[in-house]
């Protein structure tokens, strides 16, 4: 009697603790992770940011089923510290990799460590199957030693013991040849890889639609999608995404005010990156309709986002590296149907965080790796109560060559605040935009805010402490 009774008491608990609650997630039936990441796609290259005049109706959609991070920025933005960011969930100080990885960043032991736990170790470690394809960019390349970066040597082989737990792998290194990639495929040796003649991105997501075809369903699978455009060489796009940007001038495209007129390379380009950015977003839409088929979209986590932005004229600047909103702001989108409500969200997201977060969206809280310094933001995610939300999210942009030298800083909700030292260590600029009232960044206001700036600098050396910048180490002004 008193069992039963016992019994019907434990029932009710175990009822009462079901209501209200959204399925558990077991080692049987964890989600699927599909991480789709562009290179050098800026966020105001999303349609539904109202910022470029471009066509991006696929994420639009994917954008309005998913949590968007508006204010994500890349904290270095470049490929490869980037990428070792994700990787890791650590700052560049803790990986190593401050710059691009080639032969002339070599010396300084500037790529990944096979020693390293990766998001990929993790997941392999836990039951994933996992899945690689596209651009790596995280090993040193062979070839001679060289000063000049433009000089260097950039693609790599990756041997197997070096790819983190990965299974099926895809990839190269840096290779910018968008009609003509080439992979090293799975067990194939280092001279033997195969070229394609096709736009890499689209013989990519045919790739991705394969593996996940393969995937028996015994375990759960995850998946890097790593493509190259929009990255230059802007002008390898095929001809078909032109046509949305016919009759446009390329002034009508450059709508940002601070692109002058003398920005040359922007108005040659503007068409084929917008382009570009429609034949990526092309391309996800068909393989979303993928996994719709597949039925794949409930327990599927997808992320799209990418590794740095594209200044495109602006401030008379190509490409990526300085603290401008176009270089630094990337677009972040996450879509799990089961768990995550659609949202737009403030949050200072940053790269570290990333590995963190979506180990521990997937229960996989206790595997997260000691010495990760970013957070995990899954309360936040699955709307599992309030979270501590950051002032800011840091800028960093050292120099391997030196410990003392290059550009620290930040960016808060009003400011972007960024000091400039010397290879002696002495602070040579410091840089100050109110991005509120000046949010094409025209006019340094750093002279005018004497207060502010001292502050703003006290603020960032805590905060660079704390991530064991070497900065630090060599402060004059502590
Ligand atoms: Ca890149």
Not at 316 to 337: A, C, D, H, N, T
Request: glycine share 6%.
């Amino acid at each position: 009697m008193l069992a039963m009774r016992i019994s019907l008491i434990l029932l009710l608990v175990a009822l009462l603790a079901g209501c209200n609650q959204k399925p558990e997630i077991t080692a049987q039936n964890r989600p699927n992770l599909l991480f789709i990441i562009p290179d050098q796609f800026r966020t105001h290259a999303l349609g539904f940011m109202k910022q470029d005049p471009v066509q991006t109706p696929n994420l639009d959609r994917l954008a309005e089923e998913s949590m968007v991070f508006v204010n994500a920025i890349s904290n270095r933005p470049l490929c490869s510290p980037y990428r070792a960011m994700l990787m890791t969930g650590k700052y560049p100080f803790k990986t190593g990799v401050l710059t691009n990885c080639n032969t002339s960043s070599r010396k300084y032991g500037n790529y990944l460590r096979s020693t390293e736990t990766t998001i990929t170790d993790v997941l392999s470690e836990n039951g994933y199957n996992c899945g690689y394809i596209g651009k790596w960019h995280l090993d040193a390349p062979a070839g001679p030693d060289v000063d000049d970066w433009r000089k260097s040597i950039w693609d790599a082989y990756t041997p197997p013991e070096a790819r983190h737990g990965i299974d099926f792998w895809y990839s190269y290194g840096t290779f910018d040849q968008h009609f003509n990639p080439h992979y090293w495929i799975n067990d194939a040796s280092r001279e033997d890889t195969t070229f394609i003649n096709e736009w890499s991105p689209r013989h990519e997501v045919e790739v991705a639609r394969e593996f996940i075809n393969n995937q028996t369903g015994d375990q759960p699978w995850v998946l890097f999608l790593s493509m190259n455009p929009p990255h230059p060489p802007y002008q390898l796009v095929p001809d078909e995404y032109l046509s949305d940007y016919e009759g446009k001038s390329a002034a009508e495209l450059l709508n940002r005010q601070n692109v002058p007129e003398t920005a040359e390379a922007a108005y040659k380009h503007v068409k084929n990156y917008f382009a570009a950015v429609t034949g990526v977003d092309d391309q996800i839409g068909q393989l979303m309709e993928f996994l719709e088929e597949k039925k794949l979209n409930e327990n599927t986590i997808v992320v799209f986002t990418s590794d740095h932005g594209e200044l495109m004229g602006s401030h008379g600047l190509m490409q990526k590296g300085p603290w401008y909103e176009e270089s630094v702001r990337i677009p972040f989108m996450i879509r799990w149907p089961e768990k995550i409500a659609p949202a737009i969200d403030s949050l200072h997201l940053a790269v570290p965080d990333v590995m963190p977060t979506l180990l521990g969206l997937i229960d996989l809280e206790d595997q997260i790796p000691a010495d990760v310094q970013g957070i995990n933001y899954q309360n936040l995610l699955l709307g599992d109560g309030k979270i501590a939300r950051p002032d800011f999210n840091l800028y960093l942009n050292p120099r391997p060559e030196s410990a003392l030298g290059g550009f620290r800083g930040f960016r808060s909700n009003q400011y972007t605040f960024v000091l400039e030292r010397n290879n002696e260590g002495k602070v040579v600029d410091k840089i100050l935009y109110d991005n509120l009232n000046d949010p094409y960044q025209l006019k340094n206001v750093a002279a005018s805010n004497p207060d502010l700036v001292n502050r703003f600098s006290k603020q960032l050396m805590k905060r660079l402490t704390e991530i064991d910048d070497f900065w630090v180490e060599y402060d004059r002004s502590l």
